[in-house]
């Protein structure tokens, strides 16, 4: 499976100063390279120069030099990477082929330090080898979003088909106040002519002043309070809802955890302790890595001491037996601390302790970033109460006082409408003395001017609620229309985030399980090719379980790595992971990093993948496994010993010289 997008048929890199290498240029074809040669002749240096120019940051900076680059060229594009020496550290720059290598050191770059070859090896967790590129954090903040949204979304749609449901009976309130209007009109104005009817001729106008006078001031007060009892109705429905919204937040408040219980300071102070200690692990873990590649340089020749040992030597005796005695005798070397020989196994045995306790301390930081984060989430729990506590505290305050001042303003205009009421009641007294006096013949008449003046004033103040109430009828109706025209977008947008969420809550298990199927798929084939005999199956399973995460449970699965065997007599059994033969062990390793691979699309993310450190392997099973790997990847290149290159198909490229 080569890379998707278009990739060139030949590359050149050039590498200075990387590993164990002085200078040195190779070329190659797409398809499989074969890097021949004995141990400490720069295999594993070039695959590192390889992992530079791709992006990779594992790459070493020869011990003896300041500076060193290696320079990929695929077709008409050259990637540069440049490493140089800043203090104690070294600098990577330049612009590789690979902006984020990620991807491609887990599953692309399999060296032997190759984190997915390795968990198989240690025993760490498989799922979390193959969920590593996956930002879950940020799909979870994703998924909380969305479904926010969404909530949001349906909200509205509810809301839009209880406003629809209105429609009808606001048109029907409608229609019934424009009736109402149009008969209160109606009898206005036969109350007005009847008033001008009423009216004394102009000849005796002077004599009715005062009269008119009274009805025009009893006029105005009973318009000021028609205005008053419509505020005070207005008053007294505001302070109802602030009533209820003070209740339901005193409601709110008193549900919400006691942040007394949750001592903020003793989290800060504990996460505080947990970095220092994560920081003082980063600085153990950075020395035994710096003591593991000076040893490891050391015993494969190397390092620039040693280098200059050899050559020192090699002019001292012209047959060569120090140098072959010091880098090619697998039994004994001489020790760069105390001088006298030690076997090489002794060496490599240390070597190897330290890198299990490398191991075991990056599992303890593991374990304390994992303490810091859960405690992280606590304190953002009580941070998020506090601030809710004061949102809730501030509004609570802030409707106290609104409804404090409305029922300030409630009694001003409880005051207001008694003395209009009493205004009223005193006009009206005068104004009908007054009515008596001008015409003392007129009590038999059917209305006086007063009445007939009051009625036109209640039609009057009935007509403006009237209008007014068919104002906001037809508003709404409008304002209701207008919204429905947002339905389908808004259904649209629902359609929208349920596939979003769809694809967020599946994309973790996907991946799992693809990642499973195409492990136990290839385990199953490479195990036919490499007829390990007594081996019937090396499969994983995708079992579910509860864990904790911070203060919170959830669902989660984990991968079980399960051996089949079989007896002579033919009886299956299963095993552990700790009795397989190392060959066995690195097979599952590699088939594990290639489900990763495959699973994660790597091959559209670099044309190269990189193999070393199979000597564990017989040489037939190391050809199969290489031809194998070669169909899914463009430029697949592979560290061997000359007893295992020989094994490979001749037609494939070989280089022996570095």
Known sequence: MATQHSVAREARLQAQNIGGIDETSVELESGITVLAGRNATNRTSLLQAFMAGLGGESASLKADAEAGSAELELGEETYRRTLERNGGTVVMGGEPYLEDPELAELFAFLLES???????????????IILRPIDTDEIEAEITLLTAEKEEVANE???????KGELPALERERTDLEGKIEDKRAELEEITAAIEAAETPEEDRDERDELDEKLTALRDRRSDLDDVRFDLETERESLDALRQERDDLADD???????????????DEEIDRLQRRSQSIDGVVSQLQSIVQFNEEMLEGAHPEIRELLADDASESSDGQVTDRLLEDEEAVQCWTCGSEVKRSEIESTIDRLRSLQETKLRERDDLEERITALRSDRREIDEVRDQR???????????????????????????????????ERLEAEASELEAEDDPDDEDDEESLLDLNRRA?????????????????????????????????????????REELEELRTRIDRIER??????????????????????????IERVGETVREGRRTVERTRFDLHIVRSTEEGRTYEDTIEHLSESEREVTGLIFALAGYLVHEVYDVVPFMLLDSLEALDSNRIAALVEY?????????????????AAIDDAHDRITEI
């Open 514 to 539: 693809e990642a499973v199927d195409s492990f136990n798929e290839h385990m199953d084939a490479v195990l036919e090719v490499l007829e390990y005999e007594n081996i019937e199956r090396i499969w």
């Open 157 to 163: 749609l509810e809301r839009l088909e209880s406003l």
């Open 114 to 128: 190759n984190p997915a070859r390795r968990a198989v090896t240690t025993g760490d967790d498989l799922r979390e």
């Open 390 to 424: 004061d949102r809730i505290e501030r509004r609570l305050g802030d409707v106290t006082d609104e409804i404090e001042r409305r029922e300030s303003r409630l009694e001003e205009l409880s005051d207001r409408r008694e003395e209009l009421e009493d205004d009223i």
């Open 253 to 267: 408040l008193e549900e919400l955890p006691e942040s007394g219980s949750l001592d903020r300071a003793d989290i």
């Open 457 to 497: 004033n209640e039609l009057e103040f009935s007509l403006g609620r009237l209008e007014r109430d068919l104002e906001t009828t037809v508003d709404r109706i409008e304002t209701i229309e207008s919204t429905v025209d947002d339905e389908d977008r808004l259904r649209d947008r629902r359609d929208e985030i």
């Open 629 to 645: 790997f070669q169909s899914y990847t463009d430029f697949l290149v592979v560290a061997l010993l000359p007893e295992d290159a």
